[in-house]
């Protein structure tokens, strides 16, 4: 039980497809994040949320629009995206600068 | 700029054996170190960080990692390997913000 929730688990979707991603943490943290995992590549920072306002897009494709309409919930975005972009896709919460607790994370698949 | 280097991609030890998984860490100030653990089809869960406060940081699992400043280094270990315990290992560090540096990360084997 991490205290941060992800939907979908898997998720499957062409290139010309809008899908969201949901993340939802019962911590009480203010600060949100969203990675991208991919085989054989470090875990890669994509947008952080501290109390609800934007304070990093990590040089990430407009395809992905990360929206935070509040503390507990994140979304991420997603339209017309890449074959590259298939990935796990990881949430991520903490208080103020503290450790960070993470998601069972989205395996996205893009056809 | 910070940065972390796992070494080795894959680790096997057997059954019983002890755990070592190196890390090493840049940092042009006092870093916090953690290291993370990551089960087939799950997030990230932490294992232990460091914080400045006991240089021997003891975490969850029976793992402990000690932070060597003079090596740069905060290697984990085990005393004893556990088939529980194949996952994939991540050592991160940060400056005490929100960004946090991970490492490429170590699959751990255990051979039964």
């Known amino acids: 039980e991490t205290g941060v929730t992800q939907t979908p688990r898997h998720l499957v979707m062409g290139m010309t497809n809008k899908k969201s991603l949901k993340c939802e943490q019962h911590l009480g943290h203010n600060a949100m994040y969203w990675y991208k995992q991919s085989a054989k590549k470090p875990l890669e920072l994509m947008f952080v949320y501290n109390f609800k306002e934007q304070t990093e897009n990590n040089s990430v494709p407009s395809r992905f629009s990360p929206e935070c309409p509040n503390s507990s919930h994140l979304f991420l975005h997603l339209h017309t995206l890449q074959p590259e972009d298939s990935a796990l896709y990881l949430c991520?919460?903490?208080?103020?600068?503290?450790?960070?607790?993470f998601g069972p994370g989205t395996r996205l698949t893009v056809l | 700029a910070q940065s972390v280097t796992q070494l080795g991609s894959h680790v096997s030890v057997s059954e019983g054996a002890l755990v070592l998984l190196r890390c090493n860490y840049s940092?042009?100030?006092?870093?916090?170190l953690f290291w993370y653990v990551q089960y087939p089809n799950q997030g990230l869960q932490l294992l232990l960080k460091y914080t400045s406060a006991a240089t021997l940081v003891k975490g969850i699992n029976g793992f402990e990692a000690e932070f060597k400043k003079s090596e740069t280094s905060f290697h984990l270990t085990k005393p004893s390997a556990h088939m529980s315990d194949a996952a994939e290992y991540f050592c991160?560090?940060?400056?005490?913000?929100?960004?946090?540096?991970f490492g490429k990360g170590t699959r751990l084997h255990i051979l039964p």
């Open positions: 991160a560090v940060s400056l005490g913000d929100d960004k946090i540096i």
């Open positions: 940092s042009s100030v006092p870093p916090y």
């Open positions: 991520a919460s903490s208080a103020q600068e503290d450790t960070q607790y």
